[in-house]
């Protein structure tokens, strides 16, 4: 198979507890039930690795070239619509991963109060979750991340019609 030369993707981007993960998902499952070719990647896995000493460049340099090869796998497959989900800081960020990508990004924006995203992470039970709470308050106070979406959408009622709000949104059709 060969990489489609009209791939787009998305970025669901926004603040640890918005559901960034959860509505790639419901994205992700939404085009395979409609057929439409895409392939989904929750970029903090990428992130997920300890090498003593290896200051933060290099490990940026890691995760973009993790990006790279997981799309470039995708898009030789014959993906057409990539989605990411991931919390990015800035615009600079996202010229990073469209470069790894090769991809155009579309960046969607998820938006949900504090007090709702404290309620979400409560019921993790993983430790990391109390810092991510942290650092979720931290981010809405200095608007970290705002301004750089395409899209701004309140993650509120059901996931799935959030889901077919940004797939409509993107024009992502069979």
Do not use: C
Not at 102 to 113: F, N, T, W
């Amino acid at each position: 198979m060969s990489a489609p030369d009209d791939a787009d993707g998305v970025l669901i981007t926004g603040v640890f507890g918005t559901g960034k993960s959860s509505v790639a998902a419901e994205i992700a499952e939404t085009l395979e039930r409609r057929g439409v070719s895409y392939g989904a990647l929750d970029l903090d896995w990428l992130t997920w690795f300890e090498v003593p000493g290896m200051d933060d460049g290099a490990a940026r340099r890691v995760y973009r070239a993790n990006v790279a090869d997981v799309v470039r796998n995708y898009r030789t497959a014959g993906v057409r619509h990539v989605v990411l989900a991931g919390a990015v800081r800035d615009r600079d960020e996202i010229r990073a991963l469209q470069l790894a990508t090769e991809l155009p990004l579309r960046v969607v924006r998820l938006e949900v109060p504090l007090d709702e995203i404290a309620r979400r992470l409560k019921s993790d039970p993983t430790t990391g979750r109390r810092d991510d709470l942290q650092v979720a308050a931290q981010w809405l106070n200095d608007s970290i991340g705002v301004g750089i979406e395409d899209l701004s959408i309140a993650n509120e009622g059901p996931i799935q019609n959030v889901a077919t709000h940004i797939i409509e949104w993107l024009g992502w059709t069979p």
